[in-house]
C-alpha cells in the first residue's frame, strides 16, 4: 500500500489566495483526519471524517477554512483568503477503527507558506 | 475533555545511554494511549500503544511503555539509544477516535 498521500508537499502563496491541499487515504480506511502544526499550537485537530461525513469541525479555526470528502478516496482541504498566519504544515490522517481508537496513519504532510 | 502534557520539550542523551520520556495524561476513564514519533519533515508514525491488558507494551524499533493509572502517567523507554533515534516524540491520548496529542519532546543523541 501507498500509505496516505498528500499533495503538493509544499505550496508557497500570497495572502488573499485560495490554498486547496489533497488527501488519499488508505484504501479501506473510513476515518480521515486533518491537522495543522506549528511550532506554537503544536499538533491540532482540525476536522475528521467517519465514512465521507464530517463527523467534528470544532476546531476548524474560521469560516475562511472548509473540507470536503465527496468519496472513500479523496479528500480536500480549503482555504479562501488565506493569511500568513495560516503558514503551518498541514497533515492527513486515516484509520480503519477497529474499536475506540485506533492508530492512526499519516501523509507526509504539506508545508504551506502564506506571504 | 482529554488532554496530555508532556513536560519535556527537549532531551539530549548520548548514543548508548538509556531514554525515558514522560507523558501525564488526564482523562475519566482509561483512555486509549499511543506514543508516536516524528522525524524532520516527515509525518509521525506509530511507536506503540496501549488499550488494556499488560501495562508493559512493546513498540517498534526497541521502544517499551509503562502504563500507571496511580500516576496517570505512560512514560517512554528505551535501554540504549542509537543516533537515528533523534526525532521528536509524542504521547497521544484517544476518546472515541479524537486523538488528543501532547506538544511533543525533541530529543538529540550525542556522540
Known amino acids: 500500500d501507498a500509505g496516505v498521500i498528500q499533495s503538493p508537499r509544499h505550496e508557497v502563496t500570497e495572502m488573499g489566495q485560495e490554498v486547496t491541499l489533497r488527501c488519499k487515504p488508505i484504501?479501506?480506511?473510513?476515518?480521515l483526519f486533518w491537522y495543522r502544526q506549528t511550532m506554537m499550537r503544536g499538533l491540532e485537530l482540525l476536522i475528521y471524517?467517519?465514512?465521507?461525513?464530517?463527523?467534528?469541525d470544532s476546531g476548524m479555526p474560521e469560516d475562511r477554512f472548509s473540507a470536503k470528502m465527496p468519496n472513500a478516496s479523496f479528500s480536500t482541504l480549503k482555504i479562501q483568503p488565506s493569511e500568513p498566519r495560516d503558514s503551518a504544515v498541514y497533515f492527513c490522517?486515516?484509520?480503519?477503527?477497529?474499536?475506540?481508537?485506533?492508530?492512526?496513519?499519516f501523509g507526509p504532510g504539506t508545508r504551506l507558506t502564506v506571504l | 475533555a482529554q488532554s496530555v502534557t508532556q513536560p519535556d520539550i527537549h532531551i539530549t542523551v548520548s548514543e548508548g545511554a538509556s531514554l525515558e520520556l514522560r507523558c501525564n495524561y488526564s482523562?475519566?476513564?482509561?483512555?486509549?494511549l499511543f506514543w508516536y514519533v516524528q522525524s524532520p519533515g516527515q509525518g509521525l508514525q506509530l511507536l506503540l500503544k496501549?488499550?488494556?491488558?499488560?501495562?508493559l507494551v512493546q513498540g517498534i524499533k526497541g521502544f517499551e511503555a509503562e502504563f500507571k493509572r496511580s500516576q496517570s502517567s505512560f512514560n517512554l523507554r528505551k535501554p540504549s539509544v542509537h543516533w537515528s533515534d533523534a526525532a521528536e516524540y509524542f504521547c497521544?491520548?484517544?476518546?472515541?477516535?479524537?486523538?488528543?496529542f501532547g506538544t511533543g519532546t525533541k530529543l538529540q543523541v550525542i556522540p
Open positions: 497521544a491520548v484517544g476518546v472515541f477516535q479524537k486523538v488528543t
Open positions: 482523562y475519566g476513564a482509561t483512555p486509549y
Open positions: 471524517f467517519n465514512n465521507n461525513v464530517p463527523i467534528d
Open positions: 484504501s479501506g480506511h473510513d476515518y
Open positions: 496501549y488499550f488494556s491488558g499488560d501495562t
Open positions: 490522517a486515516t484509520t480503519s477503527a477497529g474499536g475506540d481508537t485506533d492508530t492512526q496513519y
